[in-house]
């Protein structure tokens, strides 16, 4: 059985960063990741990821977006721009395979802070490209 592109994408980048003990360290000890919506009163600092996928220019080719979304409740913005640093050494230039999915290239296009309103709650987001080839539903499409 295999599973599907995001799921498996999902996996990759959800071990990549909660494995990594810089990073806990940076979090203080855990790595709170969760795909698109943090739970309620999530315990700070966490991070929130999702991808949206879209056909690339030939057939088993797919492009994406994956954003990901630091939270910190600190008094300064120290906190977050530590996770922010490892994160960007973790991920920009991955390039990484899975059952599903081959030749897979994340780079960042766009970061920064995203203003909010309640004082010491700092936010900051990531925007990073991601291109693959579509290896386990090529198979499927072709052996029709």
Do not use: C
């Amino acid at each position: 059985m295999t599973l599907d592109i995001q799921e498996s994408l999902f996996t990759k980048l959800y071990t990549t960063l909660t494995a990594d003990a810089t990073l806990k360290t940076a979090m203080g000890g855990t790595v709170r990741l969760y795909p698109v919506w943090a739970k309620t009163d999530a315990t700070f600092p966490y991070l929130v990821h999702r991808i949206d996928m879209r056909v690339g220019g030939i057939f088993p080719e797919s492009i994406g977006t994956y954003l990901l979304d630091i939270w910190s409740d600190s008094p300064n913005a120290s906190e977050i721009v530590a996770i922010r640093k490892r994160i960007f050494e973790l991920l920009d230039q991955l390039q990484f395979n899975t059952t599903e999915v081959k030749n897979v290239t994340i780079r960042i296009q766009t970061d920064g802070f995203v203003p909010e309103t309640e004082e010491g709650i700092w936010h900051y987001t990531f925007q990073f490209s991601i291109s693959l080839w579509r290896y386990s539903e090529t198979v499927y499409i072709i052996s029709r």
